[in-house]
């Protein structure tokens, strides 16, 4: 039996959470636009640095609960990464759906409502009810996603 699109996406996003180099969640993004992937993003630290799996986490060391003082973390958002990869490739995001293997923070949530991203489909759960009411203020449809 064929995949629906969502179905389809989401795997993807969760191989592509594979590469993740990120020591507390592996998180995968794709963005879709006419059903033909435009980006993909995983978490971790910028091109040519070292990762948190080689020097270790500076939020686990200081105890930093998930969902605070992102400013912290030395790595990319997976939602960050596929929108850098989109505008590196001059690829137009703009009425795109995401789909994303952890719900965004309010940081990706502002740069996703910018570039245009109208349909969101997360798999998990992320403590930031912030970008949720941002997300549903901008008209964003906000999808958990549901593999049946």
């Known amino acids: ?3 629906s699109w969502d179905n389809y996406f989401m795997e993807i996003a969760t191989v592509v959470s594979t590469r993740s ?3 507390r969640r592996r998180v995968g993004a794709v963005l879709v636009k006419d059903k033909h992937i435009v980006a993909t993003g995983y978490n971790g630290a910028p091109s040519g640095l070292a990762h948190c799996e080689e020097i270790g986490c500076l939020r686990e060391k200081l105890g930093v ?3 605070e003082r992102h400013e912290l973390c030395r790595g990319l958002h997976a939602e960050q ?3 850098i990869q989109a505008a590196a490739l001059g690829s137009s995001i703009k009425g795109a ?3 994303v293997t952890t719900r965004p923070c309010i940081l990706c949530a502002k740069m996703l409502i910018n570039a245009g991203v109208k349909r ?3 798999k998990g759960e992320y403590p930031d009810e912030f970008a949720v009411n ?3 203020e901008a008209g964003i449809l906000l999808l958990q996603y549901n593999e049946n």
């Open 1 to 3: 039996m064929r995949p």
């Open 21 to 23: 180099t990120c020591l």
């Open 65 to 67: 609960p998930s969902g």
């Open 81 to 83: 990464n596929a929108i």
């Open 97 to 99: 759906t995401l789909y």
């Open 120 to 122: 969101i489909v997360f």
């Open 134 to 136: 941002l997300l549903k």
